[in-house]
Structures are given as C-alpha cells and as structure tokens.
C-alpha cells in the first residue's frame, strides 16, 4: 500500500460540474490544496478550487502538465478516455484507476463485466443495425431499451422500442453510435448503494437510497430507502462485491432496479461521487465526496452514521423560468438545507443545485419536500 497522501497536498479532479465543487468543498475544509481540469470556465468546481484549468480532455500535453502539479487525480464524472487517464498516470497517482473508469464509462463493457462475474443484470445484446435490434427484440423479448454504449447519463442515449415498426427509427436515432439492446425491466422502485472502498481493501456504504426519477431525471432520493431488511443486506452485498471485484479505490454507486418479487437487477455503474449520494452531506457522519478524499488519499474510511431520515431533492433550470425562486421562504425551516451550484445559466432539465431535508421520520421529510415544492412550483411537487 502506498503512502497516505497527507491534507496539504494538492488534490487534482477530471471534471469541473457540481460533483467536483462539493469534493473541492470538502478537500478545502481538510485542509487541502485543488486544482480542476474541464473545457469549462469559471466551472462550479472552478470557482471553489485553487486553479482551474481550460482544456479538453483530449489534450494529452494539457493532461500531462495538470498531473505534473498534483499529487493525486480522481474524477466527478466517468466520460474521461482512456488516453486521458494513461497520460495522467505517467506523472502521478489516479484513483479510481484506468480500468475502472474503462468498464463503467461504457455499457457493452459495463454490462459484460457484470454478466461475467456474476452479477445480475437485465438480460441484453450488442446490436449496430436495425437487423440486430430485430433479433434482439425476437430473442428478449418486447419492450425492449436501445441504449448507446458509451457516453450516456440522465436517459441521455436511450430509446423504449414497444413495437417492431419502432426499431428503424430508434436505430436512426443512435447516428450510427455502438449500443446495446436491453430487456425492458418492471421495476416497483429504483434504488442505489453508495460506497467507498480504500487502498488498504476496506469497505463502507450508506446502505440503501429510494430514487424517484421525473423525465429519465433524479428528481428525489430518500435515506434510508424505503425497502426490506433483506433487500437491503442483498444490495449492500452485491455493491461490496463489485466494488472488490473491480478493485476500486475511491467511491463507486451502484444503481439497481427493484422488481416485484424483491430481486434486484443492477442498471448503472457511476465510479465517483453520485447525485443520490448528495444528501450524505447533511444527513451522515462523513459525506460521500469527504469519503472519496479519504480513499483516494489512502486515509481511513469515515462513519456513514445518518444522524436523521432525510430527502434530497433536485433543483432544475425549470424553476428558474418565472425569476429567481424564494429561496428565503423555503429556508425559513430550520432542517431545510439548500445548495447551489454557481452554475451562470438557469436551462430546463439542467442541474442547478438541491436542496436537503431532514426530519425525524421519512414521511415527515416527504411532506415537507412536497410543500417546499408547492412553494417554488406547484406544477413539479413530487409523485412518492
């Protein structure tokens, strides 16, 4: 095991959304130095960090010289090449590693990776023309979902084929993009299993998160989920094992479809920080983006104790389309806690920032959730 990399150092992220400002956040408040690298400018992680750093991530040279000046490079989001990360590498320490990025950054690879090792997914086929999606389709089953292999978050990429006079135009709508064909999945609820694993093999999660998407969108999370004892020892199991199995060092989500007789179907990978895991910065001990510092720096792993039932629900450009929303009425609760990104423009669908609840049960965070959302936009209160 290499040596911790102490508070002092400079912490290097791939990657300038909100997921880097609030890791940028917590490196700050232990005492380390951040620099962040994206093709954007005056970035939400840009503005917390010590330097920022304009470049694509196609810049081999630009990579090389952000890596030369810190001590340890991770990432807010997966859709870093490979090329990328192999040049960070020939100067210093990159966790989580190439490879693990490599699997989950694409599906075909993602899906195969978990196939073979064991655990469940829906079933699926690698398809390229409409003649394959049709044999897709004759083999599973429809519906069935086209996804593109690489490249997709947020729905972003994906097409529901119902029928068989569907399948050109999905296939049309890819642009000639590498997807996989996958069995449509009848969930009852999705859910998601933050965890950390760090360089000496220890292993934390936060147990079970209930997500509720609006328009392929994570709307809401509520922690604890609400799911049986034995679905959440299978979830944390599964998400351990793939965390070991992968050899990850850092924080990885596990996204999983639950189905009606309680089996759990894992969708997604994501290997960082995740936007269900944002309400572990009020409602836990440690925060999931402090954890992802704490493993890619070899420290210990720290408490996932959740101090009360919270919900976390997103905030999106849509809110800004009459002004500024209220934020003063919504805080005048005292277990409402807001954060926003520092992103410039407000856009329907785009992630502007979240707000957090807590109460003393989950029904209680719901309701209050709710009336906030009738407060900013009646039309958006939340389906629980």
């Not at 917390?48 to 694509?56: F, G, K, Q, R």
């Not at 978990?114 to 044999?135: C, I, K, M, W, Y």
């Not at 408490?303 to 919270?310: F, G, I, V, W």
């Not at 807001?338 to 707000?355: F, Q, T």
Request: with cysteine; glycine share 10%.
């Amino acid at each position: 095991m290499s040596q911790p990399i102490f508070p002092g150092s400079t912490i290097g992220i791939l990657g300038s959304g909100q997921l880097g400002r609030m890791l940028a956040i917590a490196a700050r408040r232990m005492g380390y130095k951040v620099q962040t690298l994206s093709p954007e400018r005056n970035s939400p992680t840009g503005q917390i960090a010590d330097l920022e750093w304009v470049a694509n991530y196609n810049d081999l040279d630009a990579i090389r010289a952000f890596a030369r000046g810190v001590d340890v490079v991770t990432f807010e989001f997966e859709n870093v090449s490979s090329e990328a990360v192999s040049a960070a590498s020939e100067f210093t320490i990159v966790r989580p590693g190439g490879h693990v990025l490599h699997t989950a950054q694409h599906r075909l690879r993602e899906k195969t990776w978990l196939e073979e090792n064991g655990f469940p997914v829906a079933p699926f086929r690698h398809v390229s023309t409409v003649e394959d999606v049709q044999a897709a389709a004759k083999a599973l089953g429809l519906p069935i979902v086209l996804k593109t292999a690489g490249f997709g978050y947020d729905g972003k990429g994906q097409v529901k084929i119902d029928s068989l006079e569907d399948i050109e135009r999905a296939v049309a709508s890819l642009n000639g993009a590498e997807a996989i064909a996958e069995g449509f999945i009848k969930f009852t609820r999705e859910v998601s299993v933050v965890a950390a694993r760090g360089t000496d093999r220890s292993y934390v999660d936060y147990g079970v998160f209930e997500n509720i998407h609006r328009n392929h969108i994570l709307d809401i999370t509520i922690a604890p989920g609400r799911v049986t004892t034995a679905t959440m020892k299978c979830a944390t199991e599964i998400a351990r094992g793939i965390l070991g199995k992968l050899d990850v060092v850092g924080v990885l989500c596990v996204e999983f479809f639950e189905v009606a007789d309680g089996e759990l179907i894992v969708n997604e990978l994501a290997p960082r920080p995740h936007n269900s895991g944002h309400v572990t910065f009020d409602a836990h001990v440690t925060s999931q983006f402090e954890q992802q510092l704490r493993a890619v720096c070899g420290l210990p792993l720290g408490s996932t104790e959740q101090y009360r039932p919270a919900v976390m629900v997103n905030l999106l450009g849509d809110l800004w389309k009459n002004g500024t929303p209220s934020w003063g009425r919504i805080l005048e609760d005292p277990g409402v806690k807001l954060h926003l990104y520092g992103k410039a423009e407000a856009r329907e669908g785009r992630k502007m920032g979240h707000i957090t609840v807590v109460a003393d049960t989950i029904e209680q965070a719901l309701a209050k959730a709710d009336s906030i959302r009738t407060t900013l936009a009646p039309q958006l209160r939340t389906k629980h």
